[in-house]
């Protein structure tokens, strides 16, 4: 079964960086679309980048030029580096994959 678990999150004042880890069990990052989610209090959760097999990326327009997904196939890991965070990036982040079970997600709170 395909288990994908995140981690990086916290609390970083306003401009600061992040990098958020996901690891995927039972799973090739490689052969698969693989994306970032975020869920804010109160509101649906939204997708905030995307990167396909062949490396191409995309990125919601809140966060073009601040974020940048990328993928280690050698640790079967995808990454979100988050740079430049505003408070509207508060959220909890999610990793996900096609017909795979949401992980716990991590928790990424930015102070202004």
């Known amino acids: 079964q395909v288990r994908l678990v995140e981690s990086g999150g916290g609390l970083v004042p306003a401009g600061g960086s992040l990098r958020l880890s996901c690891t995927a069990s039972?799973?090739?990052?490689?052969?698969?679309?693989m994306a970032w989610y975020r869920q804010a209090p109160g509101k649906q959760r939204e997708l905030v980048a995307v990167?396909?097999?062949?490396?191409?990326?995309h990125y919601v327009n809140s966060v073009k030029g601040r974020f940048t997904i990328s993928r280690d196939n050698a640790k079967n890991t995808v990454y979100l580096q988050m740079n430049r965070l505003k408070a509207e990036d508060t959220a909890v982040y999610y990793c996900?994959?096609?017909?795979?079970?949401w992980g716990p997600g991590t928790q990424v709170t930015v102070s202004s």
């Open positions: 996900y994959r096609d017909n795979t079970p």
């Open positions: 990167v396909t097999p062949t490396g191409n990326t």
């Open positions: 039972g799973s090739i990052v490689s052969l698969y679309t």
